[in-house]
């Protein structure tokens, strides 16, 4: 059984802040990974994907990956509480995996002013 | 910017009715897919689908479900005999390119309440 593990949270953390979300995967060829955010009652919306080792940045989102540790995380810099939403880590084992995503329980991220 | 559409977006019915849940992909899109999130769970796979046909499904989609898409813009998720345990959000995504490094979109989903 493919696992992706997330802290499920909340996590808090004030106004203009860094937000440091965590997530594990347990199949060691995953390909790629993506970070969804999740407002209550809505759909994942997605923000970022990673696919190579390093860091990743767009606008005040990094993706960090490191594969060897099955490892990714999402930094959220300059924290605002629109950011308070569920961030749900996805990964694809790629291969004949035809673009399945398996999807972690998702960590609550509370920004409070 | 283009989306996923999903009708309805809240669809109520009796145990053992057939329902059907349709979608509208992104229009140059190739790819679709189905997942489900039941209550406070996590989102899972159902099913993708590619050239007119199933590509990978999951254990969840068994003979109760099937999928079609019956003319060239909608994407439609049918389940034959619903049961409580049916009872979830159910997403419809799509992306321009198959395989593990393409981005999938979702649609803002449809509640499916069986009774």
């Known amino acids: 059984q493919k696992e992706v593990e997330q802290n499920s949270g909340p996590l808090s953390v004030p106004e203009g802040a860094i937000a440091s979300l965590n997530c594990t995967y347990s199949?060691?060829?995953?390909?790629?990974f993506f970070w969804y955010r999740q407002y209550s009652g809505k759909s994942p919306e997605l923000i970022m994907f990673?696919?190579?080792?390093g860091d990743k940045e767009d606008g005040r989102f990094t993706a960090q990956l490191n594969k060897a540790s099955q490892y990714v995380s999402l930094l959220i810099r300059d924290s605002q509480p629109s950011d308070s939403a569920t961030y749900l880590c996805?990964?694809?084992?790629?291969?004949?995996?035809?673009?399945?995503?398996?999807f972690g329980q998702g960590t609550i991220l509370t920004v409070h002013p | 910017e283009p989306e996923v559409t999903q009708t309805p977006s809240h669809q109520v019915t009796q145990m053992g009715q057939e329902v059907i849940l349709r979608c509208v992909p992104i229009?140059?899109?190739?790819?679709f897919y189905w997942y489900r999130q039941i209550l406070g769970q996590k989102v899972e796979f159902l099913v993708s689908?590619?050239?007119?046909?199933?590509?990978?499904k999951s254990e969840i989609f068994d003979d109760q479900f099937s999928v079609e898409r019956p003319d060239g813009s909608n994407f439609t998720l049918k389940i034959r005999s619903t049961k409580l345990e049916d009872s979830a959000m159910y997403f419809c995504?799509?992306?321009?390119?198959?395989?593990?490094?393409?981005?999938?979109?979702f649609g803002p989903g449809t509640r499916l309440t069986v009774l």
């Open positions: 995504a799509s992306s321009a390119l198959g395989g593990g490094g393409d981005e999938q979109f």
């Open positions: 996805a990964v694809n084992a790629g291969g004949t995996s035809y673009g399945k995503l398996t």
């Open positions: 990673i696919y190579s080792n």
């Open positions: 229009s140059n899109h190739l790819y």
């Open positions: 199949d060691r060829g995953s390909q790629s």
């Open positions: 689908f590619y050239n007119n046909e199933i590509s990978e």
